[in-house]
């Protein structure tokens, strides 16, 4: 691990947000000469952003805990082009409406992280994307860009490599993030872009537009990529995806999400996603046998009280403790045993006619449609999702159908 004089740095690589730094010493010694602004983008293609972005989040929220200016980055712009980037088709084309409507939901988020009356901001490429002149644009920022080289990124070889097409409207994405980071750094003097790792050849086009425009030295720092130590996406379960607005999630079921965290991820999650000190972390993190299932309370109840709150948070800990480990309402619901080695990918509609509480995989899969059918209370949206070991909570799935039918699945 580099040594790092800046407390960003360094607490950034301790708490394992760092992948890929452009110039580590020079973007150490910008951060100990004073406050630096730096941004992550965040396009609105959904009403909410979910678990996958809590890394970015939580990395704009140690920059302002450390004395930076972090600023979140709305798309309003780039969210109607849509980021290629290893994605195997086009992302839906979204109207104005839909971006503005996203946005209105995104924005709740980040005043749970970030004091934007204390440095922080938030900004909306839309104001100077909308009311470009393509004749103008092309010449003034076209010009420095080397189409040879654009397809020589990862991230466009992948789709051409799968003989996925791609459009002229997606190729110009990396053009336009790239300006983003040159205008940021005019208007607000940001000097770090920063983003997952899948983004490091846009974040490097940004540096290089940077100093070909303006002269100026700008830097990229990213994060892992990170999957479960299962190999499943991060911020994904049988029943879809962690939504972080609590309309879509409630608060119980975010706690669950992480309390269900696989053991060999705890002391990951708890450096990346959690305020809590190093130290206390080693000794959760020491816990043995079922030990480790405490120190997985502690995750849930943390990552839910930088979301939701505090209150919120505990209300969540107090219903799974009633539910699961005091038994009120565990203790009344039939169980199906399952054998453990059919457990881990058990699809979700054969697990619901195992359950005895739909007769075939048809009528889950119209319950589905209708929104009826729960996994550990979460709506199942995704009928060809599966279980795994990662969705037991204390020992058992809950399936529910519907508000009054309960089963609880135990392996054997």
């Not at 290893?86 to 939901?105: Q, S």
């Not at 983004?199 to 999957?227: C, E, F, K």
């Not at 058990?346 to 619901?352: N, Q």
Request: hydrophobic share 45%; aromatic share 8%.
């Amino acid at each position: 691990m580099t040594s790092f004089k800046s407390d960003l740095l360094r607490v950034l690589s301790e708490r394992g947000y760092v992948h890929q730094i452009s110039d580590p010493e020079g973007l150490d010694a910008a951060a100990v000469k004073g406050p630096i602004s730096a941004y992550i983008g965040f396009d609105a293609t959904a009403t909410s952003l979910h678990a996958g972005s809590l890394i970015q989040i939580m990395m704009l929220h140690w920059m302002q805990e450390t004395g930076h200016k972090p600023i979140a980055l709305m798309g309003g712009g780039t969210s109607m082009v849509g980021d290629p980037s290893f994605k195997d088709e086009a992302r839906k084309l979204l109207t104005v409406e839909d971006i503005e409507r996203n946005l209105v939901g995104i924005r709740q988020v980040f005043a749970r992280y970030l004091d934007f009356s204390g440095g922080a901001s938030m900004m909306n490429n839309a104001d100077w994307l909308l009311g470009l002149n393509y004749l103008e644009f092309l010449r003034d920022v076209g010009r420095h860009f080397s189409v040879n080289r654009m397809l020589s990124f990862d991230s466009v070889k992948t789709r051409l490599d799968r003989e996925q097409s791609l459009s002229f409207l997606e190729f110009n994405y990396m053009i336009l993030q790239a300006y983003d980071f040159v205008e940021l750094n005019k208007r607000t003097g940001c000097i770090l872009q920063m983003g997952g790792s899948d983004q490091w050849g846009n974040i490097v086009n940004g540096i290089d537009l940077g100093h070909r425009m303006s002269d100026v030295q700008l830097y990229a720092l990213t994060s892992p990529l990170l999957t479960t130590a299962s190999g499943g996406k991060m911020g994904k379960t049988a029943s879809g995806a962690v939504w972080l607005n609590a309309d879509l999630m409630s608060p119980y079921e975010f706690w669950q999400f992480w309390r269900n965290t696989e053991d060999a991820d705890v002391e990951r999650f708890l450096k990346l996603y959690t305020k809590l000190p190093l130290a206390e972390i080693a000794k959760l993190a020491a816990l043995g046998g079922s030990e480790i299932n405490e120190a997985k309370k502690v995750l849930a109840t943390e990552v839910a009280a930088l979301l939701h709150g505090r209150e919120a948070a505990e209300a969540a800990a107090n219903t799974a403790r009633q539910t699961f480990e005091e038994g009120a309402l565990a203790a009344d619901l039939p169980s199906v045993p399952v054998p453990k080695a059919t457990l881990d990918g058990l699809g979700v509609l054969s697990a619901f006619v195992t359950a005895g509480l739909v007769p075939s995989t048809g009528e889950a899969r119209r319950q589905i449609k209708a929104g009826g059918l729960r996994v550990n209370d979460t709506l199942v949206s995704d009928e060809r999702a599966t279980l795994s070991a990662a969705d037991l909570a204390e020992g058992v799935i809950k399936l529910s159908f519907g508000k009054k039918k309960h089963v609880l699945l135990r392996p054997e």
